[in-house]
């Protein structure tokens, strides 16, 4: 094959069947640690004495920690070369520090050390999750991507149902789901050990049976000489519009200080202001490092990816508000709790796992049927139908009572998650630059992590005001963003080779 420059490019050779097994095998303990998280967090923080209100802010560490770590993650593993490998070393480091945060985390004892054990979950899982799809993109050729990624599903719906069905099975084979106020449920607290024990053991094998190509290999793919460097690309961008995110931060804290809005808003005008003064550094030293090639990048994202940035930014305001909110409906719409301790209340916080368990099992299936729909009605109608049937399922979580029927409303929300985890990678993979796919991953995170911050500082605040102690209204909200998202799809115009998957 030639390049645009006009050198050979060598062909990427293809992996065979236990190969992307094992490229993707390490993210069946990310995902199990992760659905642990998703489905207990909200239960440890209230049964350490968090009130339902409250809960949106402690969960504030996901997406601060995934802004903040992902972009410089990607950066430095598109930049590493060593023993391990371009990608592995961080696999590694990240698995073990999330190992050791799952184990801390439902040990913690109070509210406040249990929200530093989610923090540090939330940054090591990060470390370890974000060039894992760099990873695909390094060490499969362009017509084995979408395999790849099928991979990557595959595991990330196994490592799901297992993390969150972890509690229900322990307290099936007789281990404790009930426990005495502040104190969490042995079964809980094993399931936290499973994921830790998981998440090394299949980032071990990964990092352990994966060769990554060298760097002169790489250039070699790529068709050009020397050594695969991303530093030989375009002139950094220095944007100019710093100042006016300054302003917009500076306003919104006055604004919260002077109608006495909730406090936590000041986490959201902090970073406007924070990335404004950042842009303002880059171009007044006309700096070189990471946060200049992440500002530099951002500025000169593809076409595709800031109309894709619309549809992320509603699709995981939906998400991240059903994620935090789906025990507190559950346990005192379907069982009738009262509180957050006895029975009924963990007996509905198990089967919020199996619901969990559920929709993550029908996506392991769905991933492989959006393809075949896509190549009918593109990437984007695809996507759209997909979002659609999540805010479906979201409205069903509302209306619907009987933990049983319960179930219907995760088929919706399963399709829709299959289709985040494919669908706009699939568009994206078609117009990132090779050289900088780790960065740019970790800059499109920019696009997942900012909604659910802005559920983090405004969630609490809005059930405040308007639905005091009626969390169910929350599946609403969630429907109503899922339904813009997929509005927000019909702007992103693919070209012709991209309409199939």
């Known amino acids: 094959m030639t390049t645009q420059s006009g050198a050979i490019a060598t062909p990427k050779p293809q992996q065979g ?7 993707s095998f390490g993210y069946f303990g990310i995902q199990l640690a992760f659905a642990l998280q998703n489905a207990n967090v909200s239960r440890i923080f209230q049964s350490l004495g968090s009130s339902v209100d409250d809960l949106a802010f402690l969960w504030i560490a996901g997406p601060v920690t995934g802004l903040l770590v992902q972009p410089l993650i990607g950066y430095y593993s ?19 520090l999330a190992a050791l945060a799952l184990v801390g985390l439902p040990n913690a004892g109070m509210l406040l050390f249990a929200a530093a054990f989610l923090w540090m979950l939330d940054a090591s899982l990060n470390v370890a999750m974000e060039p894992f799809r760099a990873f695909a993109g390094d060490m499969t050729p362009d017509d084995q991507r979408a395999r790849a990624f099928a991979f990557q599903t595959a595991f990330i719906g ?26 969490i449920p042995p079964s809980v607290r094993y399931s936290f050990y499973l994921g830790a024990a998981a998440i090394v053991l299949s980032v071990g094998w990964t990092v352990l049976r994966v060769r990554e190509y060298a760097p002169e ?26 100042p006016l995110w300054v302003v917009a931060g500076a306003v919104l804290l006055a604004l919260v200080a002077w109608l006495a809005l909730d406090k936590q808003l000041y986490v959201l005008g902090g970073g406007l202001a924070l990335f404004g003064a950042i842009q303002m550094g880059v171009r007044a030293t006309s700096a070189k490092g990471a946060l200049a090639h ?30 935090i909110y789906t025990t507190p409906v559950v346990t005192a719409q379907a069982f009738g709790a009262t509180g957050s301790s006895g029975a009924a209340y963990n007996e509905g916080a198990d089967w919020v796992g199996v619901m969990f368990a559920f929709y993550n099992g029908v996506a392991i299936v769905a991933a492989f049927l959006l393809p075949a729909l896509a190549r009918r009605i593109g990437n984007a109608g695809t996507h759209a139908i997909g979002l659609l049937s999540g805010a479906a399922g979201f409205i069903g979580l509302l209306l619907l009572r009987d933990p049983v029927m319960l179930l219907l409303p995760m088929v919706g929300m399963g399709i829709a998650w299959a289709s985040v985890l494919s669908m706009p990678y ?19 995170n ?49 070209n012709a080779k991209d309409v199939a998957a």
Do not use: C
């Open 158 to 183: 196994a490592g799901a149902v297992l993390g969150s069905l972890a509690p229900a099975l322990f307290n099936w084979l007789g281990i404790a789901n009930t426990a005495p106020d502040g104190v």
């Open 294 to 323: 992440i500002v530099s990048d951002l500025a000169q994202m593809p076409v595709q990816m800031k109309q894709l940035a619309f549809a992320q930014f509603f699709t995981w305001i939906g998400f991240f508000i059903v994620w």
């Open 78 to 96: 598109d930049r590493t070369w060593g023993r391990l490998g371009r990608r592995r070393p961080y696999f590694l480091v990240g698995a073990v």
């Open 446 to 494: 920019f696009f997942v992590v900012i909604p659910q911050l802005v559920v983090a500082t405004l969630m609490g605040g809005i059930m405040r005001s308007f639905f005091p102690g009626e969390p169910h209204w929350t599946m609403l909200v969630a429907a109503l963003m899922m339904a813009l998202a997929a509005a927000a799809m019909m702007l992103v115009r693919e």
């Open 426 to 444: 699939v568009i994206l993979t078609r117009v990132l630059p090779p050289r900088k796919f780790g960065i740019y991953i970790g800059i499109f």
């Open 217 to 242: 290999e790489m250039a070699a793919f790529d068709g050009i000489g020397g050594q695969h460097d991303v530093a030989q690309h375009e002139p950094l961008v220095h944007p100019r519009t710093g």
């Open 17 to 23: 069947f236990w190969g992307l097994w094992n490229i």
